[in-house]
């Protein structure tokens, strides 16, 4: 029989993360089917989970001996981190390795949306440019109001980045920051002022619709919405309706409420960009990502003690 202690593998993830897991723990990966039947036979002595995709509720109450939860991402809405706790479970995720990637990403959404580089491209690749001139003017980048939603870790990385383009920065959030940027306790009014509005807070409950028909209304008709967070931040059937009527002028998506369908009429929409959830989707940040699975599961096997642990855990982290 093993020494090492017993882990449970949910992916598919990265064949780097599964092998070096392998190195100190006895593995055995969540099939697709047959769960129940699987964790009948398997879940006694699981004192560790390796995820990729959350971690059900279900699941977690049929682990009696997990002791620890290491989640590939900076968000974990798809754990229910209080119960974890309760349960004197640590959970820990990937923070800042992906802050300036995301950022990237981000940037990339509003410049793109802005510019309309997804019509422009076609406008050149179909050969209009040859039959009917030159593509029409879009507005510049430079010198707006972007309003931050969530200035967090990645929120002032996107910050900072912004500022390259002359930017005016204001923010809104729970709690006002330390930063050098104009706090808004209300969001609707942090819209109104906004010409670009960004979304970068957790997932989950506490956040959900917080963008809603009255903050997409007072964006407005010239407003661009960049959701870089989670698709539940957003109301998705509002945020279409406002585009259809006009009354925002753009959007850069790269999350979506039902994931990985996007609604027909986004797809059909030529002021909106897509991206399929590629905000951390590089080679070297997934690596880095992957390292740190490793790291917070490799330390709690040494120590007992994870590297990035979740608020929520916080206090059990010792
Ligand atoms: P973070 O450092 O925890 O920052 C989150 C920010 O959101 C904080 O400033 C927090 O400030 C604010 N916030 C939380 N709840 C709020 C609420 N109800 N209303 C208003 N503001 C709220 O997290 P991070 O590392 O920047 O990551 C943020 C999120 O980005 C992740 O949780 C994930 O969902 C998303 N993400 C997406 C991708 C992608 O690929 N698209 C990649 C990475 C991350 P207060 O506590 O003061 O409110
Ligand atoms: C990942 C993310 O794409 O870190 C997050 O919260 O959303 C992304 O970086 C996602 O976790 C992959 O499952």
């Given amino acids: 029989m093993s020494e090492m202690p017993k882990l449970l593998f949910i992916g598919p993830g990265m064949p780097s993360v599964r092998a070096r897991v392998a190195e100190t723990f006895d593995v ?5 089917d047959g769960r129940d039947a699987f964790l009948a036979e398997q879940a006694e002595g699981i004192v560790a989970v390796a995820t990729f995709h959350g971690l059900s509720s279900d699941v977690m109450a049929a682990l009696p001996d997990l002791k620890v939860i290491s989640s590939f991402g900076v968000g974990y809405d798809a754990i229910d981190a209080n119960e974890a706790a309760r349960r004197g479970i640590l959970v820990g995720h990937t923070p800042d390795v992906l802050n300036d990637e995301v950022a990237d990403t981000t940037i990339m959404l509003w410049l793109a949306a802005s510019k309309r580089l997804v019509q422009a491209d076609a406008w050149a690749r179909s050969g209009t440019w040859e ?16 309003g931050i939603l969530g200035l967090g870790r990645i929120g002032q990385t996107i910050a900072s980045m912004a500022q390259m383009f002359d930017a005016r920065v204001i923010y809104h959030s729970r709690t006002k920051k330390d930063v050098p940027f104009t706090y808004y306790g209300n969001l609707v009014d942090m819209a109104r002022d906004a010409d670009v509005l960004i979304v970068i807070t957790p997932g989950g409950a506490a956040t959900q619709h917080l963008v809603n028909a009255d903050v997409l209304n007072a964006l407005g008709p010239e407003g661009i919405l960049v959701n870089i967070a989670r698709g539940s931040v957003v109301d ?7 585009l259809e009527d006009g009354r925002l002028g753009g959007a850069g998506l790269d999350v979506f409420e039902h ?3 996007i609604p027909d009429a986004l797809k059909a929409m030529d002021n909106v960009v897509l991206a399929p959830h590629i905000g951390s989707a590089t ?6 990502m992957g390292a740190l699975v490793c790291e917070n599961l490799e330390q709690w096997a040494a120590s007992g003690s994870i590297k990035a642990c979740v608020p929520e855990c916080q206090h059990l982290n010792g």
């Fill in 259 to 261: 994931e990985p369908h």
């Fill in 131 to 146: 039959r009917e001139g030159n593509y029409p003017l879009t507005k510049s980048v430079r010198g707006r109001t972007v």
């Fill in 28 to 32: 055995v990966e969540l099939p697709a």
């Fill in 283 to 288: 080679v070297e940040t997934r690596d880095a």
């Fill in 236 to 242: 998705e059937a509002a945020l279409i309706s406002a």
